[in-house]
């Protein structure tokens, strides 16, 4: 069974300060790995998608790195601003009828 | 296609009734997954569909729980004589035929809380 374990569990930063959010997953035979955002009460949204084969992916301020042989991806969010605070998901995928499995995710504050 | 929709966002509900939740997923999409999430937690899988067919069900979901998905298109969760412990968020997601290879697309999920 795939256990993720996300650190740190929760932080707080001035705005302005980059974030780095680290994800760990014991299976490391995955296909991809997705990073999710959830606010408060609400759904998850997408916000990176990371294959196997690559070693990171990115979209905006947002960077997403892979290292599959030692089970880790780091999600980069640069010059955090308020609307950056959320609960910050990861979720590898094994492939075939494999679900994705989660973490419980790093909770972020962005102070102004 | 605007996406996964789930219905109702809000449920409350006293202990012991039945409740029932509706989840469209992308049109596309064959694979339909069922997740719940407390407080604090990380989504945990429930069930999942290949159109129509049920192919997994987690040791989570108690015989108070039944989904179905007719046609391979909606998906309904019904909970029977429901718990305080149901309280949750219940999610809903789909991907396409060839699993999480394009990435899960998530709806903005039901919110229960039986009182």
């Known amino acids: 069974k795939q256990e993720v374990t996300q650190i740190p569990a929760a932080l707080s930063v001035p705005e302005g300060e980059n974030l780095v959010l680290n994800c760990s997953f014991t299976?490391?035979?995955?296909?991809?790995l997705q990073w999710f955002r959830q606010d408060p009460g609400k759904g998850l949204t997408s916000l990176l998608l990371?294959?196997?084969?690559?070693r990171e992916q990115t979209s905006g301020r947002l960077n997403a790195s892979l290292d599959k042989s030692s089970g880790r991806s780091t999600l980069y969010i640069a010059a955090s601003q308020p609307g950056d605070s959320a609960t910050y998901l990861c979720?590898?995928?094994?492939?075939?009828?494999?679900?994705?499995?989660f973490g419980k995710g790093n909770q972020v504050v962005v102070i102004p | 296609d605007t996406g996964v929709s789930q219905d109702p966002r809000h449920k409350i509900t006293k202990r012991g009734q039945n409740v029932t939740f509706r989840c469209d997923p992308i049109?596309?999409?064959?694979?339909l997954y069922w997740y719940r999430q407390t407080l604090g937690q990380g989504p945990e899988f429930l069930t999942y569909?290949?159109?129509?067919?049920?192919?997994?069900k987690s040791r989570l979901l108690s015989d108070r729980f039944s989904a179905e998905r007719p046609k391979g298109s909606f998906s309904t969760l019904e909970i029977q004589r429901t718990e305080q412990g149901d309280s949750a968020m219940y999610l809903c997601?789909?991907?396409?035929?060839?699993?999480?290879?394009?990435?899960?697309?998530f709806g903005s999920g039901t919110r229960l809380t039986v009182v």
């Open positions: 997601a789909s991907s396409s035929p060839q699993g999480n290879f394009f990435g899960y697309t």
């Open positions: 299976d490391s035979a995955i296909y991809n």
């Open positions: 990371i294959q196997s084969s690559q």
């Open positions: 979720a590898p995928w094994l492939g075939g009828n494999n679900r994705l499995a």
């Open positions: 049109s596309e999409h064959n694979r």
């Open positions: 569909f290949q159109n129509e067919a049920q192919l997994e």
